[in-house]
């Protein structure tokens, strides 16, 4: 079935540092998303992407569909402690339309 | 208020015993959804419900049940819990039409 994989699994950055961390497939999606997940909560949703080569912007997070399609890309720029967090990929699978989500970046910013 | 509560948020239970999950929405969508997380694995499906008569199985059913009492409630049960049904339990909605899902709080249960 299609997979979404996230890379890095983890990061451990300082305060300030730019992020950058990205999800592929070897399958297309037609719609990207990108959520956060704070300790101890559920995902938010930061970021919905729904055509090819699009790049959108949410504060200092910028996120781009790959012109491929089977690739999305999220930015953090001048990352700050509460940075910290679990960031997920998912797409909708072109077989059942359930959500597919990556296994996510841990993100750690050291003050 | 949230969108999407759920209830309760942390609950510790022992082997054997029948417990609830509750979910409720004030998003009006359709849609909703079961997930449990564990560390390392993300998020997988337990069930779903695209509107108050459809229940359908996600990937990992076993072991669970669910309830779509109305539009805006869906709970999940264990009928007798197991101590690897220890996790996070989130819940989530959905318009139809859209892909975007919307996640509550989530509940942490640890089954001893």
């Known amino acids: 079935g299609q997979q979404l994989n996230q890379s890095p699994q983890s990061m451990f950055i300082q305060e300030g540092e730019d992020v950058s961390m990205n999800c592929t497939s070897s399958s297309i999606f037609n719609t990207w998303l990108w959520y956060k997940q704070d300790p101890g909560e559920g995902p938010v949703l930061l970021i919905a992407?729904?055509?090819?080569?699009e790049l959108t912007s949410n504060g200092r997070l910028t996120a781009q569909f790959g012109i491929t399609r089977k690739d999305s890309f999220l930015n953090i720029s001048a990352s700050i402690p509460s940075d910290v967090g679990i960031y997920f990929c998912a797409g909708p699978s072109s077989n059942t339309g359930k959500l597919i989500f990556g296994q996510g970046t841990t993100l750690q910013v050291k003050p | 208020d949230a969108d999407v509560t759920q209830t309760p948020r942390n609950r510790i239970t022992k082997t054997g015993k029948r417990i609830m999950l509750e979910c409720s929405q004030t998003?009006?969508?359709?849609?909703m959804y079961w997930y449990r997380q564990d560390p390392g694995l993300g998020l997988r499906l337990i069930y779903y419900?695209?509107?108050?008569?459809?229940?359908n199985k996600g990937e990992i059913s076993d072991g669970y049940s669910v309830s779509r009492q109305a539009q805006a409630k869906f709970s999940l049960s264990l009928e007798s819990a197991i101590p690897n049904q220890t996790a996070l339990y989130f819940c989530a909605t959905q318009a139809g039409g859209f892909n975007e899902q919307f996640f509550g709080p989530g509940t942490r249960l640890t089954v001893l």
């Open positions: 992407l729904y055509k090819a080569g």
């Open positions: 998003k009006g969508h359709d849609r």
């Open positions: 419900s695209f509107d108050v008569k459809d229940i």
